[in-house]
């Protein structure tokens, strides 16, 4: 069965300094691979998604980037936080026609 | 642009009482999922639905794809205080590579 991981759950990190949340997936091959944001118990902002290694799409202009060195591996980084960036963070997989979502357990991101 | 809208955005019933939360769309979708979040942790998927007017079961949760496939509901008989939570309905589009998310129901139920 698949599974997917994201860490770290919980970090707080002062104004600009950098970011670095990691997921990976198991038990699949060539997922595609997406990063959301969550304000406030409300609906999820589709940040980042790639469709393989290397191919990363930007949906919203952010402080933020991403990559994918591996085909499992789906990383969030940014070089110089701000306090805006602080939210839930959520790592998600799908099949490679992206029907289905699954998530990860989420990362709680609190910028001081 | 909010492409799924949700409604109710808040609900809050006793238990025992029957509720139904929309998903509404001015957009066709291939397939449209239902998801509920519990505080902390990342939205948990309860359904898929693919076929217009199609209508899913999950013990006490009823699904229901709308014919023209714009739209979805789901509701839940004799609310428990276990059915607490952010329910999301998601939608994709013919060719993406991506679900768009609706604007969420925060349910509670009341024991």
């Known amino acids: 069965s698949q599974t997917i991981h994201q860490w770290p759950a919980t970090l707080v990190q002062p104004v600009g300094s950098p970011l670095s949340l990691e997921c990976t997936v198991e038990?699949?091959?060539?997922?595609?691979l997406y990063w959301y944001r969550q304000a406030a118990g409300r609906g999820l902002q589709l940040l980042f998604y790639s469709v393989g290694i290397g191919q990363i799409s930007s949906e919203v202009p952010q402080n933020l980037s991403a990559s994918r060195p591996q085909d499992r591996q789906f990383i969030l980084s940014s070089k110089k936080l701000l306090l805006s960036d602080s939210g839930f963070y959520l790592c998600a997989w799908a099949g490679q026609f992206g029907n289905t979502i699954y998530f990860g357990e989420g990362s709680w991101l609190t910028v001081v | 642009t909010q492409l799924l809208e949700q409604s109710p955005q808040f609900l809050s019933i006793q238990e025992g009482e029957n509720l139904t939360v929309y998903c509404n769309s001015s957009?066709?979708?291939?397939?449209l999922q239902w998801y509920r979040q519990e505080p902390g942790e990342g939205p948990v998927l309860l359904v898929t639905v693919v076929t217009g007017g199609e209508v899913k079961k999950l013990k006490r949760l009823t699904f229901q794809f709308g014919d023209a496939r714009k739209d979805s509901s789901l509701h839940i008989t004799a609310a428990q205080p276990g059915d607490t939570g952010l329910y999301l309905c998601a939608g994709a589009l013919s060719g993406a590579n991506n679900l768009f998310f609706g604007t969420g129901t925060r349910l509670t139920v009341i024991p």
């Open positions: 957009s066709v979708f291939s397939s």
């Open positions: 038990g699949t091959s060539n997922p595609n």
